[in-house]
């Protein structure tokens, strides 16, 4: 069953808990992460985690949780639902204060998670995904996993008006793509992958650091971190989106322009054999 957690407390998803003056319902003032939950296991948490301090770090929100707490309640989450394929979203405000614009004194983070039921979509990945593109009208620290996530919202409803699957983003100053809606973008050219590099115009996706730090290397690919143009793109001969939800998933076609042949590419397909590799250690076979 999907279960809460709120302020220290179980709930269910039905009770409701929102406190009017929480500053990440008034201002979004807050972070948060989502964790894919394989076979009743978390994959990839203590990397969760470590982004989870530099948000909070980067918005200046005290750390009152250690890890070893925010893992106990991961698992007993899992324990408690029964779930064990699926997601689980927890976010921090800064917390309860009478409403101003700068920070409130003594006031204490406030905490809450939720799991549910979800599965990644196999078809996607088999058969690849159509992506429109969309002008990247976001704040300049998309490098915090902030819970101001308007430009991301509008970004979403722009493939859906289009019945697509996803979105991926450009800044039009300088016509560089920087990722998609709520996903990190590659393109593979001449057998080397091409991604955007680290910088406060993006986020640092955990799937994305899993792909450059230790799976990419590991096939012994050619990674450049450079950012390119919608056209670079086009015509790219494969390109794919990395997300936690996404795992890796083919992108065959961008602005309805085709993408290499118009199926998953080699790469993608070898990249995400190994991920799953990956999951399989950490959380056995996957159902």
């Not at 722009?158 to 019945?163: C, E, L, Q, T, V």
Request: net charge neutral.
């Amino acid at each position: 069953m999907e279960l809460g957690f709120f302020d220290g407390e179980f709930i269910s998803m039905e009770e409701r808990r929102v406190q009017l003056e929480d500053r990440g319902y008034q201002f979004g003032d807050g972070i948060y992460e989502a964790t894919h939950v394989y076979n009743g296991k978390c994959f990839a948490l203590d990397r969760h985690l470590a982004r989870c301090r530099r948000s909070l770090r980067e918005l200046r929100i005290p750390i009152t949780y250690m890890d070893e707490e925010l893992i106990a309640i991961h698992e007993d989450l899992i324990k408690k639902s029964g779930i064990k394929n699926g997601v689980i979203y927890f976010q921090i405000t800064r917390g309860v204060a009478k409403r101003s614009h700068a920070f409130p004194e003594s006031v204490v983070p406030l905490l809450s998670m939720t799991i549910r039921e979800s599965k990644t979509n196999t078809k996607w990945q088999a058969e690849g995904i159509s992506c429109t593109l969309f002008e990247d009208i976001r704040w300049l620290r998309c490098d915090i996993k902030t819970l101001n996530l308007l430009g991301n919202v509008l970004a979403k409803q722009a493939s859906h008006d289009k019945n697509l699957q996803g979105t991926i983003q450009y800044r039009k100053d300088t016509n560089l793509i920087t990722e998609g809606s709520s996903s990190n973008f590659f393109v593979v050219k001449d057998g080397v992958i091409w991604t955007h590099p680290i910088s406060n115009l993006i986020l640092k996706g955990v799937t994305r650091s899993i792909l450059v730090e230790e799976i990419i290397p590991k096939l012994g690919y050619t990674l450049v971190e450079k950012a390119f143009s919608p056209e670079f793109a086009r015509y790219a001969d494969e390109a794919f989106a990395t997300s936690t939800s996404l795992e890796v998933t083919p992108v065959v076609s961008l602005d309805g322009t085709t993408i290499g042949d118009g199926k998953p590419g080699e790469i993608t397909k070898a990249l995400l054999a190994s991920y799953h590799e990956l999951v399989k250690k950490e959380c056995g076979a996957l159902s």
